[in-house]
């Protein structure tokens, strides 16, 4: 038992846990999110009681009832981020307290009680520990955690839920694309985030909205999805998932600004930073599509990649829009910069270097 806002977590511990050959078996190469681990946190809320039942679970199937307010409204958020193994044989997360706060900042939008960031932050230790045999080795692998929570209310009546559930789960992962260049495909048909929407929060709803434009992509015969900006139709968003950033020849970089359609990323943050401290200048501005196909075209862009917690940094090669296609640098692997930014954040992730930002915090 321990406590977190003066909530005392009670542990019960998985009677049947994973035996360990299979555990080696289902980590060797896990796809993403496919694997289970042997636990989950559940937190219940409810007005007029606060947070309560906080508890280490044996992971499992949840009951609701089929008018649970989030089936039908879909009051949901989540966050992602993750341990990794550091090398005295213990665990580390990287920037927990960001996920902390930007999970309070979604409850807010989303109309959702907003959990203490101590408890937030205890919920996912304690899952981390629970499962500390799931947390794989190796250079590309770790352990993908979800918190999340969604309206419990059995209420068909449109209004904020009075209930919920603060969860959190675990999954090894290894790495999110494989090895090269992603190519991706500019919609012009769908939108991702209009202003004053929810764009900013990371709720389920936005990747409901995002799933058709990432099969439109997959039809071009692209990666992933890249959203334009939902007035004009013509500024660089994100990527639905992934935050993008720009690399010219004089070496600096550009990245789309937190204008409230954005998910500020944790990732695109500690990039900034990073590249911030290597002498390179970040702008973050408004950066259109007519621009990235002629600047890639000329040879000014020579680099561009996409960053977020599941795939770290992975590179751009191919830009394509129903107009035409154009290649970024050798179009097939990352380019100096984004190889250089790519180490320097694996390597504080997983405690090779330096943490000078208190960003690694570690859980035993
Ligand atoms: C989570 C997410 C990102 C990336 O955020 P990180 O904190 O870097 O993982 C980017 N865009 C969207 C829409 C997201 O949900």
């Not at 960031?117 to 205890?122: I, P, Q, R, V």
């Not at 702008?283 to 990649?305: K, N």
Request: include cysteine; glycine fraction near 10%.
């Amino acid at each position: 038992m321990s406590s977190a806002e003066g909530l005392k977590f009670t542990i019960h511990p998985h009677p049947n846990a994973t035996p360990a050959a299979r555990r080696a078996e289902l980590m060797a190469d896990p796809a993403f999110g496919r694997v289970a681990t042997d636990h989950m946190v559940v937190v219940k809320y409810k007005d007029g009681v606060g947070w309560h039942d906080a508890e280490v679970l044996p992971r499992g199937p949840i009951t609701l009832d089929p008018s649970a307010a989030v089936l039908h409204y879909a009051q949901e958020i989540f966050e992602g981020m993750k341990a990794f193994r550091t090398k005295d044989g213990g665990a580390a997360i990287f920037r927990p307290e960001a996920n902390a706060r930007r999970f309070r900042a979604s409850a807010e939008r989303m109309a959702m009680p907003q959990i203490p960031e101590e408890l937030f932050l205890e919920a996912v230790n304690q899952l981390v520990r629970a499962d500390r045999d799931w947390i794989p080795e190796g250079e590309n692998a770790s352990l993908y955690i979800r918190p999340f929570m969604f309206a419990n209310d059995a209420f068909l009546g449109v209004k904020p839920a009075s209930e919920y559930l603060f969860m959190v789960i675990a999954s090894p992962v290894g790495a999110y694309f494989s090895a090269g260049a992603v190519t991706v495909w500019v919609s012009e048909t769908y939108t991702r985030a209009a202003p004053g929407g929810t764009g900013a929060a990371k709720c389920g709803g936005n990747y409901a909205a995002s799933l058709l434009a990432q099969a439109e992509a997959k039809a071009q015969g692209c990666d992933q999805v890249v959203f334009l900006d939902a007035v004009k139709h013509t500024d660089v968003e994100e990527m639905g998932g992934m935050n993008v950033f720009f690399v010219f020849e004089d070496g600096s970089l550009v990245t789309p600004p937190l204008s409230g359609t954005i998910l500020p990323g944790i990732t695109r943050d500690s990039v900034i930073t990073l590249a911030r401290e290597k002498g390179l200048t970040v702008r973050e501005e408004a950066y259109s599509i007519e621009q990235w196909l002629a600047d890639a075209r000329s040879g000014r862009m020579t680099e561009a990649f996409a960053c977020g917690t599941a795939a770290a940094i992975s590179p751009i090669g191919v830009v394509k829009t129903r107009e035409g296609e154009a290649r970024i640098g050798s179009g097939t692997a990352a380019g100096q910069i984004t190889g250089a930014l790519r180490t320097a954040l694996v390597d504080t992730q997983r405690g090779r270097s330096a943490d000078a930002h208190g960003w690694v915090s570690q859980v035993f």
